[in-house]
Every structure is written in C-alpha cells, then in structure tokens.
C-alpha cells in the first residue's frame, strides 16, 4: 500500500507525522514546567526532591522525542532542516545550550562532589525549562510570521539579519510580539501541565501545602497562558500568511490566510476547540476538585492544539517556513521534503511509531501506577 | 557554489565537532559495554536470588547512570550540529543520511530511554523479570542507537545506494538496504561495540584494581575482576580482527587514508607497515624529503599483505593518489579535478539550459555531465595536494591505537593468568598499572575515530562533498563563539562528572 502512495499524500503524511511528534513533546514539556516550578512549590529538601525525583523519571522521554523531532524533519523536510538551523543559528544553539544542562541538572544535582553545588543543577533545570521552551515557542512563531533568509540556487542558506534567528525574539517588531507570545504560551502551558503532573505522579498527603501550593500554580498559570493564548488567536483570525498563489508554486502573501486555512479544513477547528475545551477541563479538576487525572485533559487538549498550531502554517498551500526578505525562498512541504524514494522507506520505518507507543504507555503505566513517596526519595538510584 | 569560502571558518567548524564528538565519546563505549556486563550481572542476581549480585548491580548501574547523563547531555549537539554548521551538507544529502538519525531516534533511543528508568528505578514498581528484561533492552537500545549512527558515518565513508540528482542538485536515496547494509557500516558498528566493549571490561578492571591495592571490597572486585578480564580477552581479540578487516576496507575504498595512516608518500609493491617511526612534518607529497625522520621500524610485506590480502601486491602512497600512476592504472586527484570541473561546468550549463527552455543544449549537457559525475566533488577542489589528509596527526593516531590494541589483551591474560593462580593481590606492579588502563583505553579509543575523520579530509563525503562546499554560510566568529562556549561547558561538566565519580568508587557499594 505504502509503494502506491503518490508523492503528495507522502509530503501530507511526513507534515502530519513530524507534527505528532511535535505535539506529543509540547504535552511531554510538562517536564520543563514542572522544573520551571521547582523553586515556586518545592519550599523543603523533601518537596524539592519529590519533585525532582518524579520528573527526573520522565525527562529522557521528553528528550528524545525532541531529538526524534529533529531526526524526522531531517529525514523528511531537509531543506527545512538545513535552512533553519544553519539560518536560524543562534536560536537553535541556545536552545539545545538549555536541552546540554538537562541530564546533567537530574542526575547530578544531589551528588557527592558535584562541584557546583544543588543551587546550580537546579538553576540548569530552570534555565532549560523556561528559556528552552521560551525559545522553541518563539521559533515556532516563525513559522507564521517569516524569517530573514534567502536561497542560493544550489538551496544553500543566507540569513540577512544579523541576530541569526534570535531576531524572532529581540528585533521590535510585531512579529516578536507574536513570537514571544507564542513562548510565553508554551512556558506557562508547560508549567501548568507541570504542575497537573505533579498533582498525579506524587503521594501529596505526605506533603499537603506542596498540594495546595501546586494546585494553585496550575490555576496561576493557566491564567497567565490566556492572555498570550487569545492574543495568538486574534492574530490568527486577521493575519496575512504565505501562501502558494499559483500552480508554478509561486509563494505570495494572502490576507486573512490563517483564517482561510481553517475553514478550508474545518477538522483544524475542531482539533482546536476540542484541545482548548480539553486544557480547561484538566485545569478545572486540579484547581476546583480535589481529582488528580486533570494531567490526561490537560495533556491530550496540548497534543490537539499542538497539532493545529504545527499543521495550519503547512496543509492548504501554505508556506510553513516563510522567508520575509524573499519570498520565493520560502519553504513548503512541496519544495522541502526529501524524495518520493526516501520519505516512502521512512514510511514503512513509522509502522513502528504504534508499537513504540505501546511500550512507552505500558511502562508509563507500570511505573506510575503507585505515586512517589518520600521514601522513594531515599532510595540509592534517586535523583 | 562556492562563493565567499571562509577556510578559517571551515577549519573552526571541524574543531567544533571534532571537539563535541570527542567528548561525547568520552562517554559512549562505556555506556554501550558496560549495559552488557550490568545485564549479566542483573541475571546472575535474578536467577540465583543471592543479594551480593545485586549490590553489584546496583553499584554498576550507578556509575553508568552518571556516565550515561554527561552523555545524553553531549550527544544532542551532534545531531543538530549537521544542520547549524553543515546546513549545505544537511540539504545535499538529507535525504540519506537524515533516514537513519531518525530511524535511530524510532527504533533505539526510545527504547533506551523508556526502559532506563524501569532499570533505575523499577526494583519494587515492576516484577523481577519485567526489570531484568529493561535493563536487558537498555543494552540492546543503546547498541542499537549505535547501529543507526554508524550506518550513517560509514556512509559518509563510502557513500553507496545514492545518486546524484541534477535536477535538484543533491544526492538522492536509490537503495535503502546498500546504504543500511553496507560491508563498511557492518564492520564500523563491530569494530566500535567491540571496542567499546572492550573499554567496559577496563573500566571494571581499572575500579577493581584500584580497591584490590587498597584492600577493599576484595570479594567483589576479585569477581569482577574475572568476568571483566574474560570478556575483555574475548573483545579485544575481536576488535584486533575486525580492525584488520577495517584496514583492508579503508585499503579499497579510501586508499588516501591508508596511505597517511602508513606515511606512504610512495606506492610500492610488498610494502611493509610502519612498526614505529617519527613522522616528518615538513614532508610535502610533491617534494623528495624522507617522509620519516630517522631509524622506523618496518614489517616486511605486512601492507601489501593487510591492504590487499596478498604479500606481493601494490599499495599507492599518497604521491600515486594526488599525481596519478599510470604503471597502475590509478587516476591522480589532478586528473580526477579535471574531470570533476567539466563535471561542475556541465551541471551549471544544464540549470542554465533548462532555465533558457533550450531541451537540447539541456540534454547534451547532461550527457556530459553523467559521464563526469563520479568526480563532481573534485571539481570543487583547489588543488590536487587538497586530498591529502594531516599525515602526521592521522599516522600517531593510528599508530597509538595498534599499539595499545595489542597491549590490552596481554594485560587481560596476566589478569586471568594470577586470578587462577590466586596471587592477583601480591601483583601490584600489576593491579597499578590495571587502576589506568581505562585512560589507556579512551587513548586508543579516541584515537580510532582521529583516523577515520582526520584521516578522510578534505572529505565531508568521501570523493563527493569536500568539507568547504558541506559548511553553512557563518563567520568563523560565530563557529569560534560556539567552539569555546561548548569547550567550558563540557569541559565544567567533565569536572563534575569525574569528581561525582570518583567520589561514588570511593564509597564502593556497600553504602549504596
């Protein structure tokens, strides 16, 4: 079946597959927020171990479906892969910078002779879960409001700004605005999924102000996430975009495009609505009953919206990595992909991705099945 | 294509990931010998139940966790690195060499990464057996993740299942199972887990001589001290063997490395491998210095004999490969630069025609250039002394990794040798020299991979991409930022990392 697909419909798949993987690390940053959060619920030696202790069992899963994200639009979308990384450089070298301090943030941080002392390995883990998610949601941005890049004939990279993507941050413009709107989402998402995670994963009678303390950080920064949220969206609904113009692949800028994408794929709206519906009805269990599951809402409402967020910049021709200073560099899941040959191997290795996902469940299951406790804290492999 | 070329800035690029890639090697062979040898141990412990076997587990398993941290944390540059500073390398050949990054990332770090923490942390959540089958597949993960990564370097060896695609300018995948099943990522991925293996076993030799001359532990590090000595025995032998094969591959494919890894500035028939020598820095291949200075020691016929499989036969040196030997029918990088600029002429006048709508002229130049294709890298060449590697840095290299090669099974003998005659503790001549035989073993480790890369320049792919056409468009103060920003960071965290472990060998197992 996979040998009759068209090269289209491969181009289609990859998008969506890279995009699942995206959303599932979005939902899997609950990890980054819940470190993030570290310093503002964990007040004694014991709250802050607890924490870490449950985190620091699922950090590895967050990192490599990051890495597996990269590996796949590598794969997949080269152009993007080169254009980005090499144009966009410095944006990614902080960010894998923050991802460098992660293991080591875990695994060392209460060992004998570490050097540096607990204060700095949790200073990493902070730094990795507030400005790694705060630029990779500001790179995200970029793929609605452009970048400055050009192509060479040969498809080599110049980037024209001399900030090397961090401009998508710091150049005053509205397109920061809405870039850094974008992070801040993510940073505040994450660290309300965080703290649902927590909520979850910990035997919190032992600690009852940790669970008070948590429950009011998934409520404080589940406010915090809306304004930047409805900001996004009211971009969304009036903002030009990049669009495909005519059958040469032409890329021209479209009013209203982002808008004119979701209703071209009603299904878009729906993944939104049922994400947003999903995200609050895991925030109203934590924060106004006493349930703990509010982590499964919470969790599948990011992957729904993270979907939508990665798929409306790339399906209804549009140009999913936009170029501001030429147009026509701008990429698209037509131009960018890698060939029929290569993305239609890739194929049969995804027939994996389900029994991958199997595992994973049954052991997130089998692990998390009795919550954390103190004396788990004290075990010899405990972080 | 080649436009505003910045070799300082090329040259900071390599150093940064031949920076990056050595410190993260510092960690891998560890990580993929010793899951093996925490694995055996794990099953001792699960089918015998006695307790002592699991406190050596435990304690294993927590130096490997503090190991394997420092080597996530510095393996995560290396594969976005390819795309920050060789984005033109990243396009060309994306579509081959991306597949088995993300195959990697599919089939083994998930494994590895979700069965890490059941091994860690799974001794009263999961069964006995489930556990045991985790840390089984943290080894078969981490192998795994191997695997995929070498398919991928060797490829960059001996780049095979691709063509070049003029309409789009890049290498495309033809064959999948050529590029995955390639003699040279078969032999690579042997030759690295064997070794690797093979620095687990000094790893748990050198803690275990260290506690023997101390007094400590004795049981324990009497027992490791077997079952590291045996295996090590078993993979150092292997890796003598399958190194031999490496060379002979390097001989067909990359006969340039050979001859730098030799110093053979002069092809010849029944050539002797270098025992030892000094290597003359000053040497340049079109001039008639003596490529060594001094006395070197020579074993007759043992090039010819390794580089071809037969005594007699001829083996180019570098002046043959740069200059041309028409005695031998081998084609000079001066010739071969030739035919790759008609190659690069060809290709511009066919963007050129297609862009014009002349089908023709279009056609005709594509004629040209599918008869020159092969030697399209060489057109992007300066010089034809460009394909001569660093002939000194690449021949010590070599030479330090033989030489320790075929130390280390010696050292395992006399380990097993005074084990049987129970008189291991009165040799500490030989436990002290035991305690560094890991360090001896990262030399020769890391020396390995000096041979494969250094020893491949000019070549990002091996007769196709030279390394100044593979970089991204960046001022070499960029790549030099980056570079010491990378040097401190792990350079700090390798402190702790020692210093973290050198404290937990301190404490040993019992207080674990």
Known sequence: MIEHLDYTTLQHLWWLLCSVVGALFLFLTFVQGGQSLLWQVAKTPTEKDLVINSLGRKWELTFTTLVLFGGALFASFPK??????????????????????????????????????????????????????????????????????????????????????????????????????????????????????????????????????????????????????????????????????????????????????????????????????????????????????????????????????LLLPAYNMTAFYPSKVDLQSSLTIYNASSSPYTLKIMTYVALCIPFVLAYVAYVWWAMNRNKIKIEDTGDHAAY | MIENLDLSMVNWARAQFALTAMYHWLFVPLTLGITWIIAFYHTIYVTTGNEEWKRLTKFWMKLFGINFAIGVATGIILEFQFGTNWSNYSWMVGDIFGAPLAIEGIIAFFLEATFFAVMFFGWNRVSKGFHLFATWMVAVGSNLSAVWILVANAWMQYPVGQAFNPETARFEMQNFAEVAFSPYAVNKFVHATSSSMLMAALFVLSISSWYLLRGRHVVMAKRSIVVAATLGLFASVFTIFNGDESAYQIAQVQPMKLAAFEGLYEGRTNAGLVAAGIVNRNKKVYDTQEPFIGFNLHIPGALSLMANRSLGSFVPGMKDLVYGNAEHNILGAAQKMERGKKAVASLEAYKTAKKTGDQAAAAAQLVTFNEYKEFLGYGYLQKPEEEVPPVALTFNAFHVMVGLGALFPLIFIGYLHFSRKGTLTEKKWLLGFGTITYILGMIASQAGWVVAEVGRQPWSIQGLLPVSVARTNLTAGTVQTTFFMFLILFTLLLIAEISIMAKQISIGPEEN
């Not at chain 1, 669970?211 to 950080?217: E, I, S």
Request: charged content about 10%.
């Open chain 1, 80 to 309: 993007f892969y080169s254009t980005s990384f090499g144009g966009a450089f410095w944006v990614w070298i902080l960010i894998l910078f923050t991802f460098i301090l992660q293991p080591v943030g875990y695994e060392y941080r209460k060992k004998s002779w570490n050097i540096f002392g607990s204060l700095v390995y949790e200073g990493f883990l902070f730094i990795n879960g507030a400005i790694g998610i705060l630029l990779i949601g500001a790179a995200v941005g970029t793929f609605y409001t452009g970048s400055h890049f050009q192509l060479s004939e040969s498809n080599f990279v110049t980037w024209t700004h001399p900030f090397r993507g961090l401009e998508a941050a710091l150049s005053p413009s509205i397109s920061s605005i809405f870039n850094i709107s974008m992070g801040l989402f993510l940073v505040f998402n994450a660290r309300t999924l965080g703290s649902m995670y927590l909520v979850n994963n910990l035997e919190l009678s032992e600690v009852p102000e940790m669970d008070t303390r948590l429950r009011k950080a998934c409520w404080q920064n589940f406010l915090c996430s809306l304004p930047f949220l409805l900001l996004i969206l009211g971009s969304l609904l009036f903002m030009r975009g990049f669009g495909i113009v005519d059958e040469q692949g032409t890329i021209g800028i479209v009013s209203f495009k982002y808008l004119r994408n979701l209703l071209a794929n009603p299904w878009l709206i729906a993944l939104l609505a049922a994400g947003l519906v999903l995200v609050v009805a895991g925030v109203w269990k934590i924060t106004k009953t006493t349930e703990t599951g509010g982590i499964w809402y919470g969790g599948l409402g990011t992957v729904l919206v993270g979907l939508t967020v």
